[in-house]
């Protein structure tokens, strides 16, 4: 794995973090992308130490803001002449209904937009190293979870940080399918993976108040995070999975997405609306 190169967004804690260590310690050249130098440069070291491979290097980059994304992909192309791996790991559940430096609801922004502008602009690269992958990190969704394609940025209804994260997550599955279908045929194959619940501080405020209770119950019974990763890691580098493309994944098995996900037609607005509010003129 000496040559190949995987970049990890969300890198400095919990899921990001254990899947940076999963993949450098089977000796991937790992990029974490993190948003604070002295927390990502900590958790550089942390894996550097426990892996005992110091191919780990650190890009910093605020997922929310277009132009940072488009400033991480100019930096690590300028740096790098491959991508093997591309894992989307970064996401996040917001209290309250604000808006990203773009001007755009912080939720779709920082969940949906940023790894769908980031996958767009390394695609070439992607391409390049093939065969490459590429892993969108969603979660369980109820089967009728579907995103409101009509008001995407919670304009003209009641904002509720809770769906805000389900229609992101659900829109990852939206646009793995989508790129999915456009990359057949040239060896860069996409999925999606559900971690499973496990140990974190991720969505304490945003959830629910019976999901809060529930969560702070059930929390010494739940994995940590480096067991949430070994899911991760089976989709990002199982050679079981070698072509395999536009499935979401659970427990090393593959697992029904909500029926919206499916939609082609709903598949296709999205991606529409998610090149126009990234400025994508073209896309794969």
Excluded at 32 to 43: F, K, P
Excluded at 68 to 84: E, P
Excluded at 249 to 257: A, C, H, N, V
Aim: proline share 3%; glycine share 8%; with cysteine.
């Amino acid at each position: 794995m000496a040559d190949k190169v995987a970049l990890v967004t969300g890198a400095n804690s919990g899921l990001g973090k254990a899947t940076a260590l999963g993949l450098a310690t089977q000796g991937f050249n790992v990029v974490m992308v993190c948003r604070n130098r002295e927390r990502g440069e900590q958790a550089r070291q942390d894996i550097i130490a426990q892996s005992s491979n110091r191919a780990v290097d650190l890009m910093l980059a605020d997922l929310s803001s277009q132009q940072a994304v488009r400033q991480l992909a100019r930096d690590f192309q300028a740096k790098y002449g491959r991508l093997d791996l591309l894992v989307n790991s970064a996401g996040g559940m917001f209290t309250k209904r604000a808006e990203s430096v773009d001007g755009i609801e912080y939720s779709l922004a920082f969940n949906h937009l940023a790894p769908f502008l980031l996958t767009n602009l390394l695609l070439d690269t992607l391409k390049a190293s093939a065969p490459a992958r590429i892993v969108n990190v969603t979660t369980r969704l109820f089967p009728n979870a579907a995103i409101n394609l009509d008001d995407l940025q919670f304009t003209n209804r009641a904002y509720s940080g809770f769906q805000a994260y389900t229609e992101t997550k659900l829109g990852n599955m939206l646009f793995t399918y989508a790129l999915a279908r456009r990359l057949q045929g040239q060896a860069v194959t996409v999925n999606c993976v559900h971690p499973g619940v496990f140990r974190s501080n991720f969505g304490s405020q945003g959830m629910p108040l019976p999901m809060r209770v529930l969560n702070t119950l059930f929390r010494p019974f739940m994995r940590d995070a480096r067991q949430a990763a070994e899911r991760v890691l089976y989709v990002a580098t199982s050679p079981a999975l070698d072509g395999v493309s536009g499935k979401y994944f659970g427990e090393r098995q593959e697992l029904t997405s909500p029926r919206q996900a499916y939609d082609e037609a709903a598949q296709e607005r999205l991606w529409q609306a998610s090149a126009q509010l990234t400025g994508m003129s073209h896309t794969v």
